[in-house]
């Protein structure tokens, strides 16, 4: 038996489609345990790229099966163009489950989602605007319609007519805007049910048999460490838990079942939206960073912002999740870059901090503490394994261990497959 949750162990974007894509070649099971479409991965297949924001990446392969959990808020219409996307690819998606008890994605949700952050103005905490916040809350409140909900129209209904005098009275009162027709949603999302009921299951049953079996499962966390709704950095922060602790209860697997934890982290940090980033580059060390490593949003398409590798960040990452095992991605981004930096701390009004700040104003304040690294000025895109890379990157990478304590299993020096170094197994 053997089982990895796999999580960003920064502000999201680290290359977790790519890990999850690499690693679910050995895995039965692939499982997105939190997030909705608001999340993005990009996985490059010899020629071919694949964006993907709600199918787990294991899809790209047969024999995997990739499931959808409870945890996750589906938007069924993104849900269908997605399908269809790899069905037009020659893609087989008849391993994919979604759980009978993730929460739907309404219209209200894109709608409230959308005015409240432009009623923000300056205020705005840079969501996607694709009503994940909304439907979670729903969730919290218990007025949540789920995908077990889309096969039983009576259900629906009754549920749907409940929701939406309370959801067109906001609309109509608050944000001046047009209500939604009761018969309108019910007759989509019907019939958004019977495209997808093929796939609806009961997936912690499935994934717990599966595991007890003795077969091997991946999780997968959407976004990143320091964007979980209790321990990132609120309220820039997405609606669910992407750490790992997230992957038991999105799924409905115990914690004495997970065996390792892979942290992804890029060789250097990035951030999408709004709130505090310390070792931020806004110069042209930033700007070439950017570019090299084609730093815009896959969901989005917005520009991240760039920024040195953040040690205080990445051991928070490690403390909250009990990261086992490192994934060191875009190494090649930084091939030519003269000197590299590494942030070994912060110093707050002068004094050096103990540990990752929990305030947000404080977090603002912080200088970054650097030590600095010769760069190795060379490609290092065809190497294939941990022997034939440039001694400074070898040094850069074996500080990153000595600074976490934390071991690295794989090295990735580009977007393909094969441009990845195994240097620990994980199955």
Same mark, same amino acid.
């Given at each position: 038996?053997?089982?990895?949750?796999?999580?960003?162990?920064?502000?999201?974007?680290?290359?977790?489609?790519?890990?999850?894509?690499?690693?679910?070649?050995?895995?039965?099971?692939?499982?997105?345990?939190?997030?909705?479409?608001?999340?993005?991965?990009?996985?490059?297949?010899?020629?071919?790229?694949?964006?993907?924001?709600?199918?787990?990446?294991?899809?790209?392969?047969?024999?995997?099966?990739?499931?959808?959990?409870?945890?996750?808020?589906?938007?069924?219409?993104?849900?269908?163009?997605?399908?269809?996307?790899?069905?037009?690819?020659?893609?087989?998606?008849?391993?994919?489950?979604?759980?009978?008890?993730?929460?739907?994605?309404?219209?209200?949700?894109?709608?409230?989602?959308?005015?409240?952050?432009?009623?923000?103005?300056?205020?705005?905490?840079?969501?996607?605007?694709?009503?994940?916040?909304?439907?979670?809350?729903?969730?919290?409140?218990?007025?949540?319609?789920?995908?077990?909900?889309?096969?039983?129209?009576?259900?629906?209904?009754?549920?749907?007519?409940?929701?939406?005098?309370?959801?067109?009275?906001?609309?109509?009162?608050?944000?001046?805007?047009?209500?939604?027709?009761?018969?309108?949603?019910?007759?989509?999302?019907?019939?958004?049910?019977?495209?997808?009921?093929?796939?609806?299951?009961?997936?912690?049953?499935?994934?717990?048999?599966?595991?007890?079996?003795?077969?091997?499962?991946?999780?997968?966390?959407?976004?990143?460490?320091?964007?979980?709704?209790?321990?990132?950095?609120?309220?820039?922060?997405?609606?669910?838990?992407?750490? /790992?602790?997230?992957?038991?209860?999105?799924?409905?697997?115990?914690? +004495? =079942?997970? %065996?390792?934890?892979? $942290? @992804?982290? !890029?060789?250097?940090?990035?951030?999408?939206?709004?709130?505090?980033?310390?070792?931020?580059?806004?110069?042209?060390?930033?700007?070439?960073?950017?570019?090299?490593?084609?730093?815009?949003?896959?969901?989005?398409?917005?520009?991240?912002?760039?920024?040195?590798?953040?040690?205080?960040?990445?051991?928070? /990452?490690?403390?909250?999740?009990?990261?086992?095992?490192?994934?060191? +991605? =875009?190494? %090649?981004?930084?091939? $030519? @870059?003269? !000197?590299?930096?590494?942030?070994?701390?912060?110093?707050?009004?002068?004094?050096?901090?103990?540990?990752?700040?929990?305030?947000?104003?404080?977090?603002?304040?912080?200088?970054?503490?650097?030590?600095?690294?010769?760069?190795?000025?060379?490609?290092?895109?065809?190497?294939?394994?941990?022997?034939?890379?440039?001694?400074?990157?070898?040094?850069?990478?074996?500080?990153?261990?000595?600074?976490?304590?934390?071991?690295?299993?794989?090295?990735?020096?580009?977007?393909?497959?094969?441009?990845?170094?195994?240097?620990?197994?994980?199955?």
């Amino acid at each position: 038996m053997s089982s990895v949750v796999l999580i960003g162990a920064q502000w999201g974007d680290e290359g977790k489609g790519k890990i999850t894509d690499f690693l679910a070649e050995k895995a039965d099971a692939v499982v997105r345990y939190q997030g909705g479409n608001n999340a993005g991965h990009t996985v490059v297949v010899g020629d071919e790229e694949f964006k993907l924001h709600l199918i787990p990446s294991g899809i790209l392969y047969p024999d995997t099966i990739c499931v959808i959990g409870n945890g996750v808020v589906v938007d069924p219409q993104v849900l269908l163009e997605e399908l269809e996307y790899l069905k037009a690819r020659n893609i087989d998606v008849s391993g994919l489950r979604i759980s009978t008890n993730a929460h739907v994605i309404m219209p209200y949700h894109r709608l409230l989602d959308e005015l409240e952050e432009e009623r923000r103005g300056e205020n705005k905490i840079g969501t996607t605007k694709r009503g994940i916040g909304p439907a979670y809350m729903d969730k919290a409140a218990r007025s949540g319609i789920r995908i077990g909900d889309l096969l039983d129209p009576d259900e629906l209904k009754q549920r749907l007519a409940a929701v939406l005098d309370q959801k067109n009275l906001l609309l109509e009162r608050v944000y001046e805007a047009r209500p939604l027709d009761i018969e309108d949603v019910l007759d989509k999302y019907l019939a958004y049910g019977e495209k997808i009921k093929e796939f609806i299951a009961d997936t912690s049953h499935l994934i717990n048999q599966i595991y007890d079996r003795g077969e091997r499962v991946l999780f997968e966390g959407a976004q990143g460490t320091l964007l979980d709704l209790d321990h990132g950095t609120y309220p820039f922060v997405t609606s669910s838990n992407p750490i /790992a602790g997230g992957a038991c209860v999105g799924v409905g697997f115990g914690p +004495t =079942k997970i %065996d390792k934890v892979l $942290g @992804v982290v !890029k060789a250097y940090t990035t951030r999408v939206g709004e709130g505090p980033f310390p070792t931020e580059l806004n110069d042209e060390v930033g700007d070439e960073i950017r570019r090299a490593g084609h730093e815009f949003g896959t969901t989005t398409g917005r520009p991240r912002r760039c920024g040195w590798f953040d040690m205080v960040m990445f051991n928070y /990452a490690v403390q909250v999740s009990g990261i086992s095992h490192v994934a060191l +991605t =875009k190494l %090649d981004v930084l091939d $030519g @870059v003269e !000197k590299i930096k590494i942030c070994t701390g912060y110093k707050y009004k002068g004094d050096k901090l103990e540990s990752f700040p929990n305030s947000l104003k404080q977090l603002s304040l912080c200088e970054p503490v650097y030590e600095e690294h010769p760069g190795w000025m060379s490609s290092t895109s065809e190497v294939r394994s941990y022997e034939q890379l440039p001694d400074e990157a070898k040094r850069y990478i074996e500080r990153i261990q000595e600074l976490s304590k934390v071991k690295t299993a794989i090295i990735a020096v580009g977007p393909k497959r094969e441009q990845t170094i195994v240097t620990e197994s994980l199955f």
